[in-house]
């Protein structure tokens, strides 16, 4: 049974930084490609960082700079490193893992207000 359990979200105030994490289990988290997306109020899921087996990254342009996901194979778990908060990265993270199938974990969120 495939899990992805994301932690850390919460209120914060702008310029603020939070940390989230997703600890997965149920798959061979070393072989799977590794993404956050959040979606925000009225908006559609967006992604936001990837990483891949390999440890190579992408981030979309509105978090360039920003935000740095990381990953620790020997812990199964992905992070995201989120500085220099602004109101519109509030909304619901979600972990996602991908190889064939992709996964979803439950989401964790992230409110970014003053």
């Known amino acids: 049974q495939v899990q992805l359990v994301e932690s850390g979200g919460g209120l914060v105030q702008p310029g603020g930084s939070l940390r989230l994490s997703c600890a997965a289990s149920?798959?061979?988290?070393?072989?799977?490609?590794m993404a956050w997306y959040r979606q925000s109020p009225g908006k559609q899921r967006e992604l936001v960082a990837s990483?891949?087996?390999?440890?190579?990254?992408y981030y979309a342009d509105s978090v360039k700079g920003r935000f740095t996901i990381s990953r620790d194979n020997a812990k199964n778990t992905l992070y995201l490193e989120m500085n220099s908060l602004k109101p519109e990265d509030t909304g619901a993270y979600y972990c996602?893992?991908?190889?064939?199938?992709?996964?979803w974990g439950q989401g964790t969120q992230v409110t970014v207000s003053s």
């Open positions: 996602n893992a991908r190889r064939v199938i992709q996964y």
């Open positions: 990483i891949g087996s390999s440890s190579s990254t």
């Open positions: 149920g798959i061979i988290f070393s072989t799977y490609t």
